[in-house]
């Protein structure tokens, strides 16, 4: 399976203000997966990904807030835009390596706003 | 019809025994069904996945059965142990379709 490194790890960021996460993959890989994880809940799909193309947005996301670069196959950011407290959550990113595969997560960005 | 019905919200289980987890799908085009185990502060980890063109599979402890008609699948963890403790998520999809993910499950299991 690929291995994930995802930055930062965990940050504390005041309203108003833009993070932008990192997503580093071991392997080459068509497409990447930003996913989102509020506290005890489940995972929702943000978009995926294509190296060399626009990013598709899940319902409910769009560009302006979560604007998206993809400038390689393994290689991967997400930003997260004019911070709100509600926008506390983790941020998690992921690949699936062969089809069939199963897909790797990254072990999260633990985002708090105040 | 994209979702995946999950249960219970949460589980307490006294070590050396059984876990049990079941999820639930409508659509009947899904046709990949993984569980994965998240243990506090680290993302999601594959642990086992299941098509449908076989009713079990086994790895270790860890058991999926899943029921076709009945579009149900659920995992069972045989001498559960503490370090079983974590939330468990099932997930469907057709590939290359995204994964939909189940509520999740907090398994605890005590000594």
């Known amino acids: 399976s690929a291995v994930i490194s995802q930055k930062p790890s965990r940050d504390i960021c005041q309203r108003g203000t833009s993070l932008t996460i990192q997503c580093q993959v071991d392997?080459?890989?068509?497409?990447m997966f930003w996913y989102r994880q509020q506290p005890g809940q489940s995972l929702t799909l943000i978009a995926t990904a294509n190296q060399g193309s626009e990013a598709t947005y899940e319902s409910g996301f769009v560009i302006d807030k979560f604007p998206i670069s993809r400038p390689n196959l393994t290689f991967s950011t997400l930003t997260v835009s004019n911070m709100s407290p509600e926008d506390s959550s983790i941020y998690l990113c992921?690949?699936?390596?062969?089809?069939?595969?199963?897909?790797?997560f990254g072990s999260g960005t633990r985002l708090t706003v105040v | 019809q994209q979702q995946v019905k999950q249960s219970p919200q949460s589980l307490i289980v006294q070590k050396g025994g059984i876990s049990i987890i079941n999820c639930a799908y409508e659509n009947t085009a899904f046709d990949y069904f993984p569980w994965y185990q998240q243990f506090p502060g680290k993302g999601p980890a594959l642990l086992i996945a299941?098509?449908?063109?076989?009713s079990e599979k086994k790895e270790g402890r860890f058991t999926i059965s899943f029921n076709k008609s009945a579009k149900q699948f659920s995992l069972h963890i045989m001498d559960s142990q503490p370090g079983d403790s974590a939330t468990y998520f099932c997930a469907a999809s057709k590939p290359p379709d995204k994964l939909i993910f189940g509520t999740g499950t907090r398994l605890q299991v005590f000594p």
């Open positions: 392997s080459q890989v068509t497409m």
């Open positions: 992921s690949v699936e390596l062969y089809r069939g595969n199963g897909y790797t």
């Open positions: 299941i098509r449908p063109d076989v």
